[in-house]
């Protein structure tokens, strides 16, 4: 590969979204995934291009690294992680095909199981599954032959597949049953909420109450339906929001304080979680007054 530093930073620059997905699916952080795909052009600006031959798989491969090094300094210093991950919060009448782009696309849900697995099985799911990259590229990474790269994935993929993270493709779809679970929580119908939630489903509640960002977990229909029903507030007005490209919305007091924001998973027209945050200080840092209608 031959070319200057200008025609350099323009392939890299081409590059960057999807760099960028990478490192947030593999991180959970848009700061840290910023941080990572800054890392790749410094190490990029450092290398003999000329010597480089497919550009985009190298630098995939180099944040790839970069964002395991992260990992695996976490848990040496053993850091809890965020009980949900960071968002990106739209308007509902943004696009939402350029809201995936920007927010990775990447549920909640499927984020939470993500921060589960090893580092070495998260980077293999998130390249070869989610980016399309051979067990050969990923396994110098991992520092495995591609037989046990290829093993990390099929673990990784048990664990998602066991924890039902992977929405619906249908956007318009999950809308609808997301409408409907609003509907049926303010007129405290329990049969309507029970209709429109899995019968394993999964609330979670970040809230901060107690460090470090401990959260509330309530599993199964008739509890979360139970819980669901306390949402009914005539005080709040609640605006649909994509969060990080799926169907949510945000609640508010009349004062136009945002108290939370809901996401929502939906799978086979059921809903399987639903991630609340409603931590005053990650609320804060979204800057929801922007989105208010």
Not at 220 to 236: I, K, L, P, Q, T
Request: hydrophobic fraction near 50%; charge should be neutral; aromatic fraction near 6%.
């Amino acid at each position: 590969m031959t070319g200057g530093g200008e025609w350099l930073a323009e392939r890299f620059e081409e590059s960057r979204p999807r760099l960028r997905a990478v490192a947030y699916r593999m991180l959970g952080s848009t700061g840290e995934a910023d941080d990572a795909v800054q890392e790749a052009w410094l190490r990029l600006s450092r290398a003999d291009a000329a010597g480089i031959e497919n550009l985009g798989a190298w630098l995939t491969t180099v944040v790839g690294r970069v964002c395991l090094d992260v990992l695996r300094a976490r848990r040496q210093r053993g850091e809890v992680p965020l009980s949900l991950p960071e968002v990106t919060v739209t308007r509902a009448d943004a696009d939402p095909e350029r809201e995936a782009v920007l927010a990775g696309a990447v549920g909640l849900a499927l984020l939470v199981v993500l921060e589960t697995l090893e580092p070495a099985e998260r980077l293999a799911f998130v390249l070869h599954d989610l980016f399309g990259v051979p067990f050969d590229e990923i396994a110098p990474v991992v520092g495995r032959t591609p037989a046990a790269a290829r093993q990390l994935a099929s673990r990784a993929r048990r664990r998602v597949r066991g924890a039902r993270a992977v929405p619906d493709a249908d956007r318009a779809g999950q809308r609808r049953v997301v409408d409907a679970f609003l509907a049926a929580s303010h007129q405290g119908d329990l049969g309507a909420l029970l209709a429109v939630l899995d019968p394993d489903v999964v609330l979670r509640v970040d809230s901060g109450a107690v460090p470090p960002a401990a959260w509330l977990e309530v599993r199964g229909a008739d509890a979360v339906a139970g819980r669901a029903r306390s949402f009914r507030d005539a005080e709040r007005t609640v605006q649909p929001v994509f969060v990080n490209g799926a169907p949510g919305f945000v609640s508010w007091l009349p004062d136009g304080r945002a108290v939370s924001v809901l996401a929502f998973t939906v799978r086979g027209g059921r809903i399987t979680h639903i991630d609340v945050i409603a931590e005053p200080e990650r609320l804060e840092a979204l800057a929801l007054g922007k989105l208010r209608v």
